[in-house]
């Protein structure tokens, strides 16, 4: 009975301990920042596949990793053991931080597959029963690699210790998978490091007695050599692992990058950050982003106005210019004057005259219009519009918000002139207007 109970214990503590590694996450902060740049790293190990697929080292290789970088001044998002949707919560709330950083590495120890010349990732308790099922189920790279690329980090790079067998493929009743991982190409500022060649696998560390994957044993090493750039680093990390597997594994990398990185600079050298090269783009009247990048804003504005578009012109060091709608017809083709009352009134020495107008703007501009009443005399006392002869105006000026409305009213005196032929034809005419466009 004494032994019933001490192996239920033991099965307890285990399966405990499994609970403890499944969707585990851990933000470490940097040890130390020797670069002085803006670091953040998320690394990724899954082990716990389960049915003869579980990987040995992956978890020690993550660990490893996540110290390391943390000493190179990058906080570290650890994920050990993660399903697909608990690996996606995780990768966007890391999306979200790395935005404008100078670097940002996706460092990943498990699983991996090429299917159709995409690679996946696969998270533990992913079902794969065929080939269509890794789109579904796992994680693309390509997605990784365009969530890094929108958030305009300066130097991206992606570490894939994943270049092993594919461990599903026997239940596949037609596969379209190869060995290991497909080339990649990568994006502007992206460095991409495989753990073996396109279609070879990586070799298991305990073969070679071990704590780690051949791949990142090394790397863990001479990513920490003071004065090495990123390409001296991948570059010995490959020698070492070719060297100890006899050529069985041959470590890949893709780059895109143009200048020198350090992970960690020599003394007293900091590598300067190198300014990103600005640009200009737009985004319309409809709340759309142009795809174009632009020299300057006048150019840009230039585009927009060509296009009959306008609405908001960015930069990517913070500027923003409005680019008003450029009308199409003179403003005063949107302005209307209604009457809606009068009156005359008579004094000692003429008529006072009230006059009251709606103006109205039917446009979405903003409309300066001058309303003017002309005051004057008929010629023979002829009351017809032609025989008017204009002395002044009595004008009022109202500021039109778009598709608004102004009421305005005049009341004003006009005296009588002691002439033969004005004494008793004085009046005013027709209400005119002139408008134009308020900037």
Same mark, same amino acid.
């Given at each position: 009975?004494?032994?019933? &109970?001490?192996?239920?214990?033991?099965?307890?503590?285990?399966?405990?301990?499994?609970?403890?590694?499944?969707?585990?996450?851990?933000?470490?902060?940097?040890?130390?920042?020797?670069?002085?740049?803006?670091?953040?790293?998320?690394?990724?190990?899954?082990?716990?596949?389960?049915?003869?697929?579980?990987?040995?080292? #992956?978890?020690?290789?993550?660990?490893?990793?996540?110290?390391?970088? #943390?000493?190179?001044?990058? $906080?570290?998002?650890?994920?050990?053991?993660?399903?697909?949707?608990?690996?996606?919560?995780?990768?966007?709330?890391?999306?979200? *931080?790395?935005?404008?950083?100078?670097?940002?590495?996706?460092?990943?120890?498990?699983?991996?597959?090429?299917?159709?010349?995409?690679?996946?990732?696969?998270?533990?308790?992913?079902?794969?029963?065929?080939?269509?099922?890794?789109?579904?189920?796992? +994680?693309?790279?390509?997605?990784?690699?365009?969530?890094?690329?929108? !958030?305009?980090?300066?130097?991206?790079?992606?570490?894939?210790?994943?270049?092993?067998? %594919?461990?599903?493929?026997?239940?596949? /009743?037609?596969?379209?998978?190869?060995?290991?991982?497909?080339?990649?190409?990568?994006?502007?500022?992206?460095?991409?490091?495989?753990?073996?060649?396109?279609?070879?696998?990586?070799?298991?560390?305990?073969?070679?007695?071990?704590?780690?994957?051949?791949?990142?044993?090394?790397?863990?090493?001479?990513?920490?050599?003071?004065?090495?750039?990123?390409?001296?680093?991948?570059?010995?990390? /490959?020698?070492?692992?070719?060297?100890?597997?006899?050529?069985?594994?041959?470590?890949?990398? %893709?780059?895109? &990058?143009?200048?020198? =990185? @350090?992970?960690?600079?020599?003394?007293?050298?900091?590598?300067?950050?190198?300014? $990103?090269?600005?640009? @200009?783009?737009?985004?319309?009247?409809?709340?759309?982003?142009?795809?174009?990048?632009?020299?300057?804003?006048?150019?840009?504005?230039?585009?927009? !106005?060509?296009?009959? +578009? @306008?609405? !908001?012109?960015?930069?990517?060091?913070?500027?923003?210019?409005?680019?008003?709608? #450029?009308?199409?017809?003179?403003?005063?083709?949107?302005? *209307?004057? #209604?009457? *809606?009352?009068?009156?005359?009134?008579?004094?000692?020495?003429?008529?006072?005259?009230?006059?009251? @107008?709606?103006?109205?703007?039917?446009?979405?501009?903003?409309?300066?219009?001058?309303?003017?009443?002309?005051?004057?005399?008929?010629?023979?006392?002829?009351?017809?519009?032609?025989? =008017?002869?204009?002395?002044?105006?009595?004008?009022?000026?109202? &500021? +039109?918000?778009?598709?608004?409305?102004?009421?305005?009213?005049?009341?004003?005196?006009? !005296?009588?002139?002691?002439?033969?032929?004005?004494?008793?034809?004085?009046?005013?005419?027709?209400?005119?207007?002139?408008?134009?466009?308020?900037?």
């Amino acid at each position: 009975m004494r032994n019933l &109970i001490f192996i239920c214990l033991c099965m307890l503590m285990a399966l405990g301990a499994i609970a403890q590694t499944r969707n585990f996450r851990v933000v470490k902060v940097p040890a130390e920042n020797p670069s002085g740049q803006k670091r953040k790293a998320v690394v990724i190990g899954m082990s716990d596949y389960d049915k003869g697929r579980n990987l040995d080292n #992956t978890l020690n290789d993550a660990n490893d990793m996540a110290e390391v970088l #943390t000493r190179l001044g990058f $906080e570290v998002t650890l994920l050990k053991n993660n399903d697909l949707r608990t690996l996606l919560t995780n990768l966007t709330e890391w999306y979200n *931080t790395i935005a404008d950083n100078d670097m940002a590495v996706f460092y990943y120890a498990g699983h991996g597959i090429e299917v159709n010349g995409q690679n996946y990732l696969i998270p533990v308790g992913a079902s794969l029963n065929s080939a269509t099922d890794a789109q579904f189920n796992t +994680l693309n790279v390509n997605q990784v690699l365009g969530n890094m690329d929108e !958030k305009k980090v300066r130097m991206k790079l992606l570490i894939l210790d994943a270049c092993r067998d %594919n461990p599903f493929s026997r239940s596949w /009743t037609r596969s379209s998978s190869s060995p290991g991982l497909a080339t990649m190409s990568a994006p502007k500022g992206t460095y991409i490091a495989f753990a073996a060649l396109p279609g070879s696998t990586a070799q298991d560390g305990g073969n070679y007695n071990l704590p780690n994957g051949v791949f990142t044993y090394y790397l863990k090493q001479e990513i920490v050599k003071p004065g090495l750039t990123i390409d001296q680093v991948f570059n010995n990390v /490959t020698n070492d692992v070719a060297t100890l597997t006899n050529d069985l594994q041959t470590p890949f990398k %893709n780059s895109s &990058i143009r200048s020198d =990185f @350090y992970f960690l600079p020599k003394k007293n050298e900091v590598p300067p950050v190198v300014p $990103e090269k600005k640009y @200009y783009y737009y985004v319309d009247q409809r709340g759309n982003k142009g795809t174009q990048q632009f020299a300057s804003s006048s150019e840009a504005e230039i585009y927009m !106005k060509r296009n009959l +578009l @306008y609405g !908001k012109i960015y930069s990517n060091m913070g500027e923003v210019f409005v680019v008003e709608e #450029t009308p199409n017809k003179p403003a005063v083709d949107y302005i *209307t004057v #209604t009457q *809606t009352d009068y009156g005359n009134r008579s004094t000692r020495n003429g008529h006072i005259y009230i006059r009251e @107008y709606i103006v109205r703007n039917s446009s979405h501009f903003k409309i300066q219009t001058n309303v003017r009443l002309p005051y004057g005399y008929y010629r023979d006392c002829n009351s017809d519009p032609e025989n =008017f002869v204009e002395d002044a105006y009595w004008g009022k000026v109202v &500021i +039109l918000q778009p598709g608004g409305s102004v009421t305005i009213k005049f009341e004003e005196e006009l !005296k009588s002139i002691n002439s033969p032929d004005r004494s008793k034809c004085s009046g005013i005419s027709t209400v005119r207007y002139v408008s134009s466009y308020v900037r």
